[in-house]
Nanobody, 124 residues
Framework: QLQLEESGGGLVQPGGSLRLSCTAS????????ISWFRQRPGKEREGVAC????????HTDESVEGRFTMSRDNVQNTVYLQMESLKPEDTAVYYC?????????????????WGRGTQVTVSS
């Protein structure tokens, strides 16, 4: 199983920034496409950003385009989700996931192993 762990969530004011981290103890994350999903209260899980293997570009859902960016730190074996200009509607539990292959996906059905997630709350 491709088990990842999320951290870095918290309470932030509208317009603020937050950086989430995704780590793994037994995977080299650089070898996997990584996706970030979120589940907002009362809503289905949705993909917000992902990164293919060997590609430094972040592919995002239109709801976060221009505000969310991913990056990889191969030394720390960590993938980050940098979130800017946060809005109350970004409040959700955020998950990072990996799958085999080189291409990431923003479709939740592409993934079978999910961590606990990290809570992000955007509120004044």
């Amino acid at each position: 199983q491709l088990q990842l762990e999320e951290s870095g969530g918290g309470l932030v004011q509208p317009g603020g920034s937050l950086r989430l981290s995704c780590t793994a103890s037994d995977l080299a994350l650089n070898d996997y496409p990584i996706s970030w999903f979120r589940q907002r209260p009362g809503k289905e899980r949705e993909g917000v950003a992902c990164m293919h293997v060997g590609d430094s570009n972040t592919h995002t859902d239109e709801s976060v385009e221009g505000r969310f960016t991913m990056s990889r730190d191969n030394v720390q074996n960590t993938v980050y989700l940098q979130m800017e200009s946060l809005k109350p509607e970004d409040t959700a539990v955020y998950y990072c996931v990996a799958r085999n292959g080189r291409m990431c996906s923003l479709y939740h059905g592409s993934y079978t192993s999910w961590g606990r997630g990290t809570q992000v709350t955007v509120s004044s």
